[in-house]
């Protein structure tokens, strides 16, 4: 049974609750050994404010997991008790970078074969006075990944990103052959990794109707086509630029296995409209397995009980099903 490390997120947000929902799922244990990296007050609070007939055991290594039935395993990194609920705090921001520490620490040393991580806040980060906007940036640093990039999968569509956090009025100066090269062989990388062989790689256009032979933008003449050239060169089935606005319903009809986007809201805004309560974030280029729920903190609704675990559960699955 694979081990997989579930980081318990901002602990003023939803993550606590999907995971104790998502835990709580007998079909999970049928496949791997979860256990997570958190607070040991939070998660009993969470576990006791959805009143299921589960026990928190502690642990200090993935070795100690038995995944029994009714319990939760947590390696606790505790910072304090007390907590505000639904709101970004720097004390959370804190807290959440030494759990997604302590999984990266035991990934590295092949102690889990994934890790899964629950939403946190860049709010947050940012109050604690961290250097990175999330998970992304953070992870790539943390393992020292220079190649990187964020995929979001949400059947039947598979999207990965040029450019990600990134202000949309700074996005066509970040166009690069090279840029768009990389996030290309990588689509391919992340194919591989979920087990489809010669994948179907389609990639966008940046502009309205992928450019027009030029009238309404260049770039994709001078830095997306030539890209596409040079991974075909490396035996990469790539294919485009498509115009942004048909590529998606050729991905959604079958035709495409991955669809390379140009920008954050390209990607996100078609697959969140199919795949909203299931999508999942992959962060293809690490040494190491990880994936996330496709959404966020959700303060709004957080502490009521009322939080759909659905994207937890396809991440942990998915974490299962990745190889790297």
Same mark, same amino acid.
């Given at each position: 049974?694979?081990?997989?490390?579930?980081?318990?997120?901002?602990?003023?947000?939803? @993550?606590?609750?999907?995971?104790? %929902?998502?835990?709580?799922?007998?079909?999970?244990?049928?496949?791997?050994? #979860?256990?997570?990296?958190?607070?040991?007050?939070?998660?009993?609070?969470?576990?006791?404010?959805?009143?299921?007939? =589960?026990? =928190? *055991?502690?642990?200090?290594?993935?070795?100690?997991?038995?995944?029994? !039935?009714?319990?939760?395993?947590?390696?606790?990194?505790?910072?304090? /008790? +007390?907590?505000?609920? @639904?709101?970004?705090? &720097? %004390?959370?921001?804190?807290?959440?970078?030494?759990? !997604?520490?302590? &999984?990266?620490?035991?990934?590295?040393?092949?102690?889990?074969?994934?890790?899964?991580?629950?939403?946190?806040? %860049?709010?947050?980060?940012?109050?604690?006075?961290?250097?990175?906007?999330?998970?992304?940036?953070?992870? +790539?640093?943390?393992?020292?990944?220079?190649?990187?990039?964020?995929?979001?999968?949400?059947?039947?569509?598979?999207?990965?990103?040029?450019?990600?956090?990134?202000?949309?009025?700074?996005?066509?100066?970040? !166009?690069?052959? /090279?840029?768009?090269?990389?996030?290309?062989?990588? &689509?391919?990388?992340?194919?591989?990794?979920?087990?489809?062989?010669?994948?179907?790689?389609?990639?966008?256009?940046?502009?309205?109707?992928?450019?027009?032979?030029?009238?309404?933008?260049?770039?994709?003449?001078?830095?997306?086509?030539?890209?596409?050239?040079?991974?075909?060169?490396?035996?990469?089935?790539?294919?485009? #630029?498509?115009?942004?606005?048909?590529?998606?319903?050729?991905?959604?009809?079958?035709?495409?296995?991955?669809?390379?986007?140009?920008?954050?809201?390209?990607?996100?805004?078609? =697959?969140?409209?199919?795949?909203?309560? *299931?999508?999942?974030?992959?962060?293809?280029?690490? #040494?190491?397995?990880?994936?996330?729920?496709?959404?966020?903190?959700?303060?709004?609704?957080?502490?009521? @009980?009322?939080?759909?675990?659905?994207?937890? =559960? /396809?991440?942990?699955?998915?974490?299962?099903?990745?190889?790297?």
């Amino acid at each position: 049974m694979e081990k997989i490390a579930i980081t318990m997120g901002d602990a003023a947000g939803i @993550g606590p609750e999907i995971i104790v %929902k998502a835990l709580y799922c007998a079909e999970i244990r049928d496949f791997c050994a #979860p256990f997570v990296i958190g607070s040991r007050a939070v998660m009993q609070e969470a576990i006791d404010l959805l009143k299921l007939p =589960l026990k =928190l *055991r502690l642990i200090k290594t993935p070795d100690e997991c038995k995944s029994g !039935i009714g319990m939760i395993e947590l390696i606790d990194v505790e910072t304090s /008790e +007390a907590f505000e609920k @639904g709101k970004a705090t &720097a %004390k959370n921001g804190k807290a959440c970078v030494s759990y !997604i520490k302590k &999984a990266v620490e035991l990934a590295l040393n092949k102690k889990v074969d994934g890790i899964v991580t629950a939403p946190i806040s %860049k709010e947050a980060l940012k109050m604690a006075g961290i250097k990175w906007h999330g998970h992304t940036e953070m992870l +790539a640093e943390l393992t020292d990944t220079k190649d990187y990039a964020m995929m979001l999968a949400g059947e039947p569509l598979k999207v990965i990103l040029v450019t990600i956090h990134t202000p949309l009025r700074s996005v066509p100066d970040m !166009i690069t052959r /090279e840029r768009v090269l990389k996030t290309i062989r990588l &689509a391919k990388k992340a194919c591989s990794m979920m087990g489809i062989e010669n994948p179907r790689i389609a990639v966008a256009g940046l502009n309205p109707h992928a450019g027009e032979a030029g009238i309404f933008g260049d770039e994709e003449s001078s830095e997306i086509i030539p890209a596409i050239e040079e991974a075909k060169k490396f035996g990469i089935h790539a294919a485009g #630029p498509y115009p942004p606005d048909a590529v998606f319903n050729k991905a959604y009809n079958g035709e495409i296995d991955m669809v390379v986007c140009m920008y954050h809201d390209q990607g996100l805004i078609p =697959l969140k409209m199919i795949a909203f309560d *299931r999508g999942v974030n992959v962060t293809i280029g690490l #040494p190491l397995v990880r994936t996330s729920p496709d959404h966020g903190t959700a303060y709004d609704i957080a502490w009521k @009980g009322i939080a759909n675990p659905s994207s937890m =559960l /396809e991440a942990i699955k998915l974490a299962v099903r990745l190889k790297i």
